[in-house]
């Protein structure tokens, strides 16, 4: 595998690296791909009343055209392109584990490194079909204000390694275990 290696400091080595093998898009990118079959049923009926229509269109046909052409725009974009296009950013992803942090490679040079502290958890998580995430990073909760002034509770997401195969998160468990509580 390459990419991560050139991200490290210098000195520093790997433990274990790997990628996901099973790549599973979150909850917007099932929203933007209902858009846009929305917007294909807005072609449908676009089209559909226009061909009904078309004696009676004289000087609208550009007008309905455009609206077509609109709506198959926004069809190919959000449904078939924007769901490509993150696939294509998640096989990117690369995942390691060096003498001293958990690293996080997104796309080709944002490098994520997080601590394993002494009593961190490392969970393992079986997700069926969609692979096996290892979660060892549990943000604090922070209080913040919103725009009215009144404070309100954050509470970031945990992390980790997601879509592993079974053997690739039982080796990364081991490295980060092995890491556990290192400066």
Known sequence: ???????????????WQGKPAHIRLGGAYKVIAAFGWLSLLTFAFFLLIGLAHMDEMEGAFGFWLTFLL???TLFAVFALFAPYWGKRVARRVR?????????????????????ITAKGKIE??????????????????????DASGQPRTI????????????????????ALHAIRGRP
């Open 95 to 115: 995942y390691g584990v060096s003498e001293s942090r958990a690293l996080v490679l997104v796309g080709s040079g944002n490098l994520i490194r997080h601590r």
């Open 155 to 174: 509470r970031p997401r945990p992390t980790g390694f997601h879509g592993l195969t079974g053997a690739e998160a039982k080796l990364a468990e081991a």
């Open 70 to 72: 609109l709506s198959a």
């Open 124 to 145: 393992r998580h079986d997700r069926g079909k969609h692979g096996w995430d290892l979660i060892f990073h549990f943000p604090a909760p922070r209080t913040v204000q």
């Open 1 to 15: 595998m390459t990419g991560i290696e050139a991200h490290l400091a210098p000195g520093e080595t790997l433990l």
